[in-house]
């Protein structure tokens, strides 16, 4: 697949991003809600369950490792469209999924100790470098192979530089809007008050825009290939 940058490309996967970003964080807050029977308070990337849940209900942990399954999901779902047989158009798909999942966030917040993965585990095992050497290695198991497979689709000249794109674009865009300007927003009060789904107005507002982006945007998903 030899790959061809559009404007049209960049918008819909950038939105993209922030629907799966926001798709990871509901299974979280949901799978809480309906464990618990409430929601618990959240930020753009923070969330947590309704207080006293986890003890009265211990499988509310599930709701840590929920998320990261959403993605995993999603992230295999890619690789299944880089099937050699398939055409341009759906391996445009498939790339698109694997690096807008935010592939190398897992591994690298997995890296730092941190991250779903970890804390589940450590709130499971009560051993933290346990957890940490566990979760690392299903990071790197459930990540290696779909980027890999990205990276072997790639027919460009300069593939490493394509790679290494695609590698870091989703995080660096969390970096800027998510932790530099929608949670600082959010923090300030910026339509802070609990709405729909149990999320405040701001992130219920901010996923309804970059839905609509990727509805009227997501054909050119499919352009990546020339």
Not at 48 to 59: F, L, M, T, V, W
Not at 99 to 122: H, Q, W, Y
Not at 175 to 184: E, Q, R
Request: proline content about 2%; glycine content about 8%.
């Amino acid at each position: 697949m030899k790959i061809k940058l559009t404007t049209g490309f960049i918008v819909a996967f950038i939105a993209l991003r922030f629907v799966l970003h926001e798709a990871h964080e509901l299974v979280h807050t949901g799978v809480g809600r309906i464990i618990c029977g409430c929601w618990g308070q959240r930020d753009f990337n923070v969330w947590d369950i309704c207080q006293g849940c986890i003890e009265q209900h211990p499988i509310a942990l599930l709701a840590t490792f929920a998320g990261p399954l959403f993605t995993f999901a999603m992230i295999w779902t890619g690789v299944y469209f880089l099937k050699e047989k398939n055409t341009n158009q759906q391996k445009s798909l498939g790339f698109a999924l694997i690096f807008a999942n935010n592939p190398f966030a897992r591994i690298f917040t997995a890296a730092m100790g941190k991250g779903d993965e970890v804390s589940g585990l450590n709130r499971t095992l009560h051993n933290h470098s346990l957890s940490w050497a566990l979760g690392m290695l299903i990071v790197l198991l459930l990540t290696i192979y779909p980027l890999y497979k990205a990276f072997k689709t790639i027919v460009n000249k300069n593939s490493i530089g394509y790679f290494i794109l695609f590698l870091l674009s989703a995080m660096i865009l969390d970096l800027i809007f998510v932790f530099g300007l929608l949670n600082n927003l959010l923090k300030k009060g910026v339509l802070s008050n609990d709405w729909i789904l149990g999320s405040p107005v701001f992130i219920t507002l901010f996923t309804f825009a970059v839905s609509g982006i990727f509805i009227f945007s997501g054909k050119h998903i499919y352009k990546l290939a020339k």
